[in-house]
């Protein structure tokens, strides 16, 4: 009579272990993207704190950066920093012609150009007007306080005309940080827990500028012993879980709805700084459209109607232009080669073609 339960027990076990592994290989296979699985990677340290308090990038320094996901490697590129600290194949000089436009481009990694060259200078070349120039002020992971501390900053460098903000959602919802590095580890360190970097995960390792694979993999080893907590078998597995994953993420999004929420409304207030502390700037902010939202055709937030009336002139890239996730790394949410060159593209016909005449005519 007691073998009856027993074979109850083990089929009901039997059947929890099958659920949850269907349920694994469902969550795996909703979504080609895992961000708890990316290893990003530079050659050196890439950031730095300005003077004036703003994140650009360390002047005049070759910066290789790496991508990986399960350890293969999604992108490695080499890119130059300019004099002043951006990426471009030009240094930024102040010049104040009277019949000029000069575009200060600001936004994160979708501006910067994570994971290809830059795209600013093929908008150059694309647009090919003497009395138009253009800047590239994107800095990777930023957000809307970023841009805002940034243009702020470089005032004094670069005599700007217009400021053409290039957004993703995201960005909106991200607080200040500043770049901590501790050996070879670059974190992010938030302003709101008073200096404390060593309780924030790592963002990124910092490996040689001709770093084999073999040592790039031994980072990623170094890094998942840090992340499965030092050896903990049974947080290493979970950690790799997709389910668990999506779980906590969820967790994590309602837990923090209160506090994303204050931090959105603050980068939005951030957005209007710019358009007031700058009065002799024409202000664009153009939206553009993550990977998630192509494939769901719709974006996360509805910044269109927040900035109504404002005196920002909102593009909605997602609808204005033609994007599939194809634009897109496979498992990176970052745009690839042909997304990039659709970026550029969209915002010449969006914007430039419209502005264009105004550098003809004078300011």
Request: aromatic fraction near 10%; hydrophobic fraction near 40%; charge should be positive.
């Amino acid at each position: 009579m007691q073998k009856k339960p027993l074979a109850i027990s083990v089929l009901l076990v039997i059947s929890v272990v099958f659920s949850l592994a269907v349920a694994e290989m469902l969550a795996r296979a909703s979504s080609s993207t895992d961000p708890t699985q990316r290893r990003l990677m530079f050659s050196v340290p890439p950031f730095q704190l300005d003077s004036n308090g703003a994140v650009r990038y360390v002047p005049n320094r070759t910066i290789r950066t790496l991508a990986l996901y399960d350890r293969k490697i999604e992108f490695d590129v080499s890119i130059r920093t300019n004099n002043l600290g951006f990426l471009d194949d030009i240094d930024y000089f102040p010049t104040s012609g009277v019949n000029e436009r000069r575009y200060a481009i600001v936004g994160d990694s979708f501006t910067a150009c994570d994971g290809d060259k830059p795209w600013i200078p093929r908008l150059r070349a694309m647009i090919a007007q003497p009395t138009i120039k253009f800047y590239n002020l994107g800095v990777s992971g930023t957000s809307i306080e970023h841009f805002y501390r940034l243009l702020k900053s470089v005032t004094a460098e670069i005599d700007f005309t217009d400021i053409v903000i290039v957004a993703i959602s995201d960005d909106f919802k991200r607080p200040f940080w500043e770049p901590h590095v501790d050996q070879d580890q670059l974190r992010f360190c938030a302003e709101d827990l008073g200096g404390d970097c060593a309780k924030q995960p790592r963002i990124a390792s910092l490996i040689g500028e001709n770093a084999s694979y073999e040592a790039i993999t031994d980072a990623c080893e170094r890094t998942d012993v840090e992340l499965a907590g030092q050896g903990n078998k049974l947080k290493s597995v979970l950690t790799r879980s997709r389910l668990v994953t999506l779980g906590v993420r969820a967790y994590g999004r309602l837990k923090s709805r209160n506090r994303l929420g204050e931090i959105t409304e603050s980068n939005l207030a951030f957005l209007f700084r710019i358009q007031r502390e700058f009065p002799r700037a024409s202000v664009y902010l153009v939206h553009v459209p993550q990977k998630s939202e192509v494939r769901k055709d719709e974006y996360q937030l509805d910044i269109e109607r927040r900035v109504l009336g404002s005196g920002i002139e909102y593009f909605a890239a997602l609808r204005a232009c033609k994007w599939t996730t194809g634009m897109y790394y496979m498992h990176d949410e970052h745009p690839n080669r042909s997304g990039y060159e659709n970026l550029c593209k969209c915002i010449a016909e969006l914007l430039f073609q419209k502005t264009a005449q105004k550098g003809k005519g004078g300011q």
